[in-house]
């Protein structure tokens, strides 16, 4: 018997496999129904199975995990990314509305001002940036200019006219924003000149984001 048994034993792996020729099958089978050794063996080399089926199931499960925390972290990342690009567009856009509005220097004018006291303005303008915009606006032009703030009611402006004319003229420079702070300096002292607005010290935030509350732009742009 014991040989018999050496002999079935080794065809058992195979036999478990299911892939013995018809004879040696039988033969196995035959064998098996006798020799409770060999019985115990085939048991064994199913429960081995079953163990290993499991443990790979295991596997699986745990690739699948990771799997899943893999693409979560990638959701993570994505919506990251997403609100990063949204939050660099937004302040490139705010900056670049500031940019706009905060390059402008508005100088008023003194209405007894004479005219070569407005050329040194504008020379002194075009020393510190030889690039600058300078218009020009009348007392005339700053009148019309009210009457369309005031739109409906522009008529309340109409005791305003030449002599009475309240408001003053006034020169809008536009420069680089780097530049403003020396053209007000420079100008700052120079005769004829009333006053000075520039917007350089508006909080950009603030000057973008309220006229999205409040409906209406505070600085004409
Ligand atoms: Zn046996």
Do not use: W
Not at 2 to 12: A, G, I, M, W, Y
Not at 118 to 142: F, G, H, P, R, W
Not at 201 to 217: H, S, W
């Amino acid at each position: 018997m014991k040989k018999e048994c050496d002999l079935v034993q080794d065809l058992l792996f195979s036999y478990n496999d299911g892939i013995l020729s018809n004879t040696s099958k039988e033969l196995v089978e035959k064998h098996l129904k006798n020799c409770d050794i060999c019985l115990n063996k085939l048991k064994e080399i199913r429960n081995e199975d079953v163990k290993l089926d499991e443990s790979q199931d295991k596997q699986v499960d745990y690739l699948k995990k990771i799997r899943k925390k893999l693409n979560k972290r990638k959701i993570y990342f994505i919506i990251s990314i997403t609100l990063l690009v949204i939050l660099i567009v937004i302040n490139i856009l705010v900056f670049a509305k500031y940019n706009n509005v905060a390059n402008k220097v508005e100088v008023y004018l003194e209405d007894d001002i004479t005219s070569n006291q407005l050329s040194k303005i504008e020379e002194v303008v075009l020393q510190e940036d030889n690039e600058a915009k300078i218009t020009y606006n009348s007392k005339e032009d700053e009148l019309e200019e009210m009457k369309k703030i005031f739109q409906d009611n522009g008529e309340l402006l109409s005791g305003y006219e030449g002599e009475n004319n309240i408001f003053p003229a006034s020169y809008l420079i536009e420069t680089s924003v780097d530049k403003v702070e020396k053209i007000e300096k420079k100008l700052e002292n120079l005769e004829g000149v009333k006053n000075i607005i520039t917007n350089k010290e508006i909080n950009p935030y603030v000057m973008y984001f309220l006229p999205l509350f409040t409906g209406e732009n505070l600085y004409g742009n």
